[in-house]
């Protein structure tokens, strides 16, 4: 195990503590450090995702609004 030291708001502690009462606040922080490195890297994911999506599009044809409304006109029965 590491320490790590963190400056925040009093305000925040405060309120860190009094929601935490009685708990290992030691766990409570890596649970949530866990859950942001978590969170952090679906986000990251999401962007590349992303950035392929817009890749691809570029490569492409282009439809004009008339050749997309024929193509569903045509495909309904």
Known sequence: MTT???SVP???KRAFNAAFQGQNK???IA???KRAIAE???QEKRS???DSLLARRQHKP???AEEIRTA???GRP
């Open 72 to 74: 569903r006109e045509d």
């Open 26 to 28: 030691s766990a409570v």
């Open 10 to 12: 009093e305000e925040v």
């Open 31 to 33: 649970a949530l450090m």
């Open 48 to 50: 590349q995702a992303m």
């Open 62 to 64: 282009a439809f004009s």
């Open 40 to 42: 952090q890297e679906l």
């Open 4 to 6: 790590v030291n963190f």
